[in-house]
């Protein structure tokens, strides 16, 4: 579902002079555990700046690391939902450091993708060991509502989607994504 913008004249450029991936991480059909693809689908029917691509990471991390380190982008933003003891519905935004993990912790990490799990954690992990992440990686993940199998968010998750859209914009646009969403 890549969804890649591309200048419409020689004045069209983004205001960040590299590549940038605005990507969801979640599973489909687990209500709020299903925001980023949710909001994804919903951005993507948007304009974005030149040298913006939108697209759908909801897969294993070794195979998302790969086409991380073969699209090469110079930032990225992921959109994410994850259960961690957090007020329901609340949103968090953060700039994942790089640092080095014990290489039973990559290996067990690399199990659980290979095993069909879908998380953000695993990615980050991975993705850090496999030097695939761009120099510049955000995430912007929400406290889920409800857990359970099905479709559809929940009305505290759908009522997010403007300041989810301002985050997404102001990080297409180049500009400093920071403090409280």
């Known amino acids: 579902m890549a969804v890649a913008c591309e200048p419409a004249d020689a004045a069209g450029t983004a205001a960040f002079p590299g590549r940038s991936l605005i990507a969801a991480v979640?599973?489909?059909?687990?209500?709020?555990?299903?925001?980023g693809p949710?909001?994804?689908?919903?951005a993507a029917g948007l304009d974005w700046p030149a040298g913006v691509t939108l697209?759908?990471?909801s897969f294993g991390a070794v195979a998302m690391s790969q086409q991380l380190a073969a699209d090469g982008y110079d930032r990225a933003l992921f959109l994410t939902a994850e259960e961690r003891d957090?007020?329901?519905?609340?949103?968090?935004?953060?700039?994942?450091?790089?640092?080095?993990?014990p290489p039973e912790h990559v290996q067990a990490c690399i199990s659980e993708a290979g095993g069909g799990v879908v998380a953000i954690?695993?990615?980050?992990?991975?993705?850090?060991?496999?030097?695939?992440?761009?120099?510049?990686?955000?995430?912007?993940?929400?406290?889920?509502?409800?857990?359970?199998?099905?479709?559809?968010?929940?009305?505290?998750?759908?009522?997010?989607?403007?300041?989810v859209l301002d985050?997404?914009?102001?990080?297409?646009?180049?500009?400093?994504?920071?403090?409280?969403p």
């Open 38 to 42: 949710v909001w994804l689908d919903r």
């Open 121 to 163: 954690d695993l990615l980050l992990v991975v993705g850090g060991h496999l030097r695939a992440l761009p120099p510049e990686t955000w995430v912007l993940e929400v406290e889920p509502v409800a857990t359970d199998w099905g479709d559809g968010l929940s009305s505290e998750l759908d009522a997010l989607y403007p300041r």
């Open 26 to 35: 979640g599973h489909r059909f687990w209500r709020d555990r299903s925001a």
């Open 167 to 180: 985050h997404l914009r102001a990080f297409a646009a180049g500009r400093p994504v920071t403090g409280p």
């Open 86 to 101: 957090r007020e329901p519905g609340s949103l968090h935004l953060h700039r994942h450091e790089a640092r080095a993990h």
């Open 55 to 57: 697209d759908d990471y």
